[in-house]
């Protein structure tokens, strides 16, 4: 599904198109044309051979022109390179790849960028020059509109040389789809106190290096003098040392209500995607910044638990393309009984942002599942 926004389309200035091939005046080429009719009309009534001189040299410059700037954006060939992963309303850098196969003429002033359907092209990047075989490198930052299916039509290739009367334009289809992620933003200080108690951790019955307390034992030379236990040495006339308990990492179940009411609100689904960004900045944060795994659970969609690049991929396309459901089902937690931690992240009934709630329940079992798979009823 596309959840690109539909955009009003900006007045367009008078563009000629015949077929990939379009001009466009510039506000310099519309006065030479008004200053050269206006010429030409002067030379008619007096007949001045001065004057007709002068409007042959302008017409000749507009001939000129045209050939000169067909010449330029003709035998070119445009890749383009996206990066891997593209968030939206996050600028990312294109970079495009010209290639001039003209055997013997150079091609000058060329402005590559791309164009979409319902949405404006981006801004573009530019090439000085270009001589035969040559080829030139130029990047641009380009802005996804909004998460989900990305369809880039193709390559716009504009010149305005040699004397910038006329914008020539050569459009090089090259369909590409791109998945947009959904934005990622920065968590606030409230919405990352359940994710500081220690979510994602738990002390585990051995030593390790942890933060809790396992027991005390004798003072050996390769130990830590920070560790030395001064109470307990004082009274038992011996130096004893703190032995921690270590902390096993425990999954983390990110649990996305996406039920969508009878009778939504009119700001529904502003809300409803400002809670897809909670999500995914949620993720993003567990996943790539404390490294901890992460298992998600929607109305329609599970994954079990999982850590590393390929999980945050999955779950990143998932969120991608989620949308709300009306089927409400049965209680999503019940379903999944991975032993995890969860974090409930819903659309609230109000006006304001969506909620992040935490709770350290332990369920009792575990179950399987597959990615993008609806979970279950149990009988």
Do not use: C
């Not at 996406?258 to 567990?286: C, G, I, K, M, Q």
């Amino acid at each position: 599904m596309n959840n690109m926004p539909k955009h009003k389309k900006p007045k367009k200035p008078f563009r000629l198109s015949i077929g990939s091939r379009s001009l466009t005046f510039t506000p310099l080429g519309w006065r030479f044309i008004l200053i050269s009719l206006g010429v030409g009309l002067a030379a008619v009534n007096s007949g001045s051979n001065l004057l007709y001189l002068v409007v042959a040299m302008m017409l000749s410059m507009v001939l000129i022109s045209g050939v000169l700037s067909e010449q330029a954006i003709s035998g070119l060939r445009v890749t383009r390179r996206l990066p891997d992963a593209v968030y939206a309303l996050t600028p990312v850098q294109v970079r495009y790849t010209v290639v001039n196969r003209k055997k013997f003429m150079p091609s000058f002033g060329l402005a590559v960028s791309d164009y979409w359907p319902g949405g404006p092209s981006g801004p573009g990047a530019y090439v000085l020059k270009l001589g035969p075989g040559e080829e030139g490198k130029a990047a641009a930052s380009v802005v996804a509109p909004a998460r989900g299916r990305w369809s880039i039509t193709g390559t716009e290739v504009t010149t305005s040389f040699p004397f910038g009367l006329f914008r020539k334009t050569q459009r090089l289809a090259r369909e590409e789809v791109k998945l947009v992620y959904p934005r990622i933003r920065e968590l606030g200080g409230d919405e990352l106190d359940p994710l500081a108690g220690g979510l994602g951790e738990e002390p585990a019955p051995r030593r390790g290096q942890g933060g809790g307390l396992h027991g005390l034992r004798g003072y050996q030379r390769t130990d830590d003098a920070r560790h030395i236990h001064w109470k307990r040495s004082a009274g038992r006339d011996t130096l004893m040392v703190k032995e921690f308990e270590a902390e096993e990492t425990r999954a983390v179940r990110v649990v996305f209500d996406n039920h969508a009411p009878e009778r939504p609100a009119p700001d529904y689904e502003t809300r409803f995607e400002e809670a897809v960004t909670r999500a995914a900045s949620v993720v993003h944060h567990l996943l790539t910044d404390r490294d901890v795994p992460v298992s998600f659970v929607s109305r329609d969609a599970y994954i079990p638990p999982g850590s590393g690049q390929a999980q945050y991929r999955l779950v990143m396309e998932t969120l991608a393309g989620i949308t709300p459901v009306k089927d409400t089902g049965p209680d999503m937690l019940s379903l999944q009984t991975d032993d995890a931690q969860t974090l409930m992240i819903a659309v609230d009934s109000g006006t304001g942002p969506a909620t992040v709630d935490a709770s350290a329940g332990r369920s009792a079992g575990r179950t399987g599942g597959r990615p993008g798979l609806a979970p279950e009823a149990k009988p």
